[in-house]
């Protein structure tokens, strides 16, 4: 089975995101297909619904509703619903909720505190890929469904105490013997290197030959798989990030309207102002003063 190395950030842009997910067939909103990937990000999934075969590593086994998993960066895995999930006419669903950590913020949370230790060390093993059952699984599952509603600080609080869960109890067992080596063999994810390079350049001229050159397609091509993956198109996907950027920096620094129009890829100042309104429904500058006025730390420099 041909392995996809792909990343998940690029498309969550969050750290830290919990994906509630119903279909009528597992399958990643993230992949156009249900595929054998492989990706940086640590990854909880807990089936509510639904069953079929598992592929861990080299692993294969049946998955059924209140199977749980943790497992690490780079370990290869696919959820498969069983063939009557595609048959004509099927009523049978199933219900997920995949939960994703970045390694790098995750270290950096967790730095070298010797209070994490337990769960640096759960990390580590977790590239053997943890099942989670009993007592533990239970708890978990109706935290993560709480949590699946949540955002900001309890969110976090809440995914470290579940973490802390796993590396205490003793309802897991590891489904690798050992973590596997990288194999060379790889397929690219070449939508993440075209994501990651638009998200590098916002204060450029963009253009989707470029992105298109990236992933080795042709623009038509890439536009349609573009949009397959992305669930939007090209132009509207780099619009909103470049309204996302020039929010950051209206709030994390004191730059003119101007000045972030131009770090934001806009030679238009008029352009920038009916993109960032539509987006938001305020001009840059009501934006920018509003945040001033109501940010006690902007008006003690004022």
Known sequence: ??????????????????????????????????????????????????FGKRIIGNQVEPFEAGDMVFIGSNVPHIWLSDPAFYEEGSTLKSKVIITYFNPTIFNQLLGSLKEFDQIRRMVQQAAKGIRIYGRTRNTIAEQLKSLSTTSGFEKVNGMLQIMHLISTSHDKGYILPHAQARTNADNADKLVTAINFIKNNLDKPIYLQQAAALACMTESSFSRYFKQRMKKNFSAFLTELRIEKAKELFLQSDLSVKEVAYRCGYDSLAHFHKLFKDFTGLSPAKYKSDYHLFNPLHRAKD
């Open 1 to 50: 089975m041909k392995l996809l190395r792909t990343e998940i950030t690029p498309f969550i842009n969050e750290p830290l995101y919990i994906d509630k997910r119903e279909q009528p067939f597992l399958w990643s909103p993230f992949h156009s297909q249900p595929s054998f990937h492989a990706h940086p990000e640590m990854e909880l999934v807990f089936v509510e619904e639904g």
